[in-house]
C-alpha cells in the first residue's frame, strides 16, 4: 500500500482531450470567468457605494458576491490551464490546498443564504421591528459565523483526508480536487472519514437547508394570510431572487453529491460540477440585478 506521504503529485483529468472540444471550452470558461469577476465586482461596489443600499439584504448581498469571487477563483483558473496547456499535473499540498479553499467558501455561502432567508422571514413577518431584529451588529455576528463555520469546520475534513493512502491511482477523475473523488481513489480503512463526511453533510448541508425551509415555509404561511392578491405578489416578488439562487445552487449541489455511482457518473460529476463552481457564481449577480429594482436603479445611476 502506498502511503499518502509517499504521493507528490496528483493529476486531474478534466475534460476530454479532444481539440475540438478544447476550442469550445476554454473559451467558454474565460467568458463565465470574466462575466462573474465583472458582475460580482460591480455589484460589490455598487452595494457598498449607494447610500440606498445599506440595508441588512444588501450587506448580506454584498459577502455573498465577494465570496463567490473568490470562490470560482480557487479552482477555474487551474482548469483552464489544464484546457490550454494540457499540463493536469497538480501537487499534494496544491491539490488540498485548493479543495480545503473551495470548500471553505462553498460552506460560507450556504450559510450566508441561510442567513439572507432568515433576513426575508424577518423582513415579511415582523417588517415593523425588521430594523431593530436585523441590526448592524447582529448582522455582522450572521456574517462572521458564516465564514467561521465555513473555514473552521473544514479544516478538520482536509486534515483528515491528508492522512489517508492513494494506492491505487494518481489521477483525479474530476475537474477540480473534489473530496469525493478522493475518497474514491483511497484505499485502506476510509470506515472513519466516511462517517465524518456523513456528519459534515448533515451539519453544512442538511441542517441549513432545514432552516431556510423553516423560514420559507413562516414566509408562505404569512404570504397565503393577506388579503389581497396584489399584496401577496408584491411581497412574494421580494423573496423571488433569492428563491432562484438556492435553487439553482441547491439543485446542482445534490446533483453533483447525491447521483449514485453508475458507469456514466464520472461525465455526469464533471458536468455538474462546471455549473457548481462556474455557473452557479456566475449568475448569482445576474439575477439579484435582473430582478431586484432597488439593484438595477442603482447601477443605472452609477453607469
Given at each position: 500500500?502506498?502511503?499518502?506521504?509517499?504521493?507528490?503529485?496528483?493529476?486531474?483529468?478534466?475534460?476530454?482531450?479532444?481539440?475540438?472540444?478544447?476550442?469550445?471550452?476554454?473559451?467558454?470558461?474565460?467568458?463565465?470567468?470574466?462575466?462573474?469577476?465583472?458582475?460580482?465586482?460591480?455589484?460589490?461596489?455598487?452595494?457598498?457605494?449607494d447610500l440606498h443600499l445599506q440595508k441588512p439584504m444588501y450587506f448580506f448581498l454584498r459577502?455573498?458576491?465577494?465570496?463567490?469571487?473568490?470562490?470560482?477563483?480557487?479552482?477555474?483558473?487551474?482548469?483552464?490551464?489544464?484546457?490550454?496547456?494540457?499540463?493536469?499535473?497538480?501537487?499534494?499540498?496544491?491539490?488540498?490546498?485548493?479543495?480545503?479553499?473551495?470548500?471553505?467558501?462553498?460552506?460560507?455561502?450556504?450559510w450566508l443564504l441561510t442567513v439572507m432567508s432568515y433576513d426575508r422571514y424577518v423582513a415579511?413577518?415582523?417588517?415593523?421591528?425588521?430594523?431593530?431584529?436585523?441590526?448592524?451588529?447582529?448582522?455582522?455576528?450572521?456574517?462572521?459565523?458564516?465564514?467561521?463555520?465555513?473555514?473552521?469546520?473544514?479544516?478538520?475534513?482536509?486534515?483528515?483526508?491528508?492522512?489517508?493512502?492513494?494506492?491505487?491511482?494518481?489521477?483525479?477523475?474530476?475537474i477540480f480536487c473534489d473530496i469525493k473523488t478522493l475518497t474514491k481513489i483511497s484505499c485502506?480503512?476510509?470506515?472513519?472519514?466516511?462517517?465524518?463526511?456523513?456528519?459534515?453533510?448533515?451539519?453544512?448541508?442538511?441542517?441549513?437547508?432545514?432552516?431556510?425551509?423553516?423560514?420559507?415555509?413562516?414566509?408562505?404561511?404569512?404570504?397565503?394570510?393577506?388579503?389581497?392578491?396584489?399584496?401577496?405578489?408584491?411581497?412574494?416578488?421580494?423573496?423571488?431572487?433569492?428563491?432562484?439562487?438556492?435553487?439553482?445552487?441547491?439543485?446542482?449541489?445534490?446533483?453533483?453529491?447525491?447521483?449514485?455511482?453508475?458507469?456514466?457518473?464520472?461525465?455526469?460529476?464533471?458536468?455538474?460540477?462546471?455549473?457548481?463552481?462556474?455557473?452557479?457564481?456566475?449568475?448569482?449577480?445576474?439575477?439579484?440585478?435582473?430582478?431586484?429594482?432597488?439593484?438595477?436603479?442603482?447601477?443605472?445611476?452609477?453607469?
Amino acid at each position: 500500500m502506498e502511503n499518502v506521504t509517499h504521493v507528490i503529485d496528483f493529476y486531474i483529468v478534466g475534460f476530454t482531450k479532444d481539440f475540438g472540444q478544447k476550442i469550445f471550452l476554454f473559451p467558454t470558461f474565460l467568458s463565465l470567468y470574466i462575466i462573474c469577476l465583472l458582475w460580482n465586482m460591480l455589484i460589490f461596489v455598487i452595494l457598498f457605494i449607494d447610500l440606498h443600499l445599506q440595508k441588512p439584504m444588501y450587506f448580506f448581498l454584498r459577502n455573498l458576491s465577494f465570496v463567490d469571487v473568490l470562490y470560482i477563483s480557487v479552482a477555474l483558473p487551474k482548469l483552464m490551464d489544464i484546457i490550454l496547456t494540457g499540463n493536469n499535473r497538480i501537487s499534494f499540498t496544491g491539490c488540498f490546498t485548493q479543495m480545503y479553499f473551495f470548500s471553505s467558501f462553498a460552506c460560507t455561502e450556504i450559510w450566508l443564504l441561510t442567513v439572507m432567508s432568515y433576513d426575508r422571514y424577518v423582513a415579511i413577518c415582523y417588517p415593523l421591528h425588521y430594523m431593530l431584529l436585523m441590526e448592524k451588529r447582529k448582522c455582522v455576528l450572521l456574517v462572521a459565523s458564516s465564514w467561521l463555520s465555513g473555514f473552521g469546520n473544514y479544516l478538520f475534513v482536509v486534515i483528515f483526508a491528508s492522512r489517508l493512502s492513494f494506492c491505487r491511482s494518481t489521477h483525479i477523475r474530476q475537474i477540480f480536487c473534489d473530496i469525493k473523488t478522493l475518497t474514491k481513489i483511497s484505499c485502506g480503512e476510509i470506515h472513519e472519514f466516511q462517517i465524518m463526511i456523513l456528519v459534515e453533510a448533515l451539519l453544512m448541508g442538511l441542517c441549513p437547508f432545514l432552516m431556510i425551509l423553516m423560514s420559507y415555509s413562516k414566509i408562505l404561511v404569512n404570504i397565503l394570510g393577506l388579503s389581497s392578491i396584489g399584496q401577496r405578489k408584491k411581497t412574494f416578488s421580494t423573496c423571488t431572487s433569492h428563491l432562484t439562487i438556492l435553487l439553482i445552487f441547491y439543485g446542482t449541489l445534490l446533483c453533483m453529491y447525491m447521483i449514485p455511482a453508475t458507469t456514466h457518473s464520472e461525465e455526469l460529476d464533471k458536468i455538474f460540477s462546471a455549473l457548481y463552481l462556474a455557473v452557479t457564481p456566475t449568475l448569482n449577480p445576474l439575477i439579484y440585478s435582473l430582478r431586484n429594482k432597488e439593484v438595477k436603479n442603482a447601477i443605472h445611476n452609477i453607469l
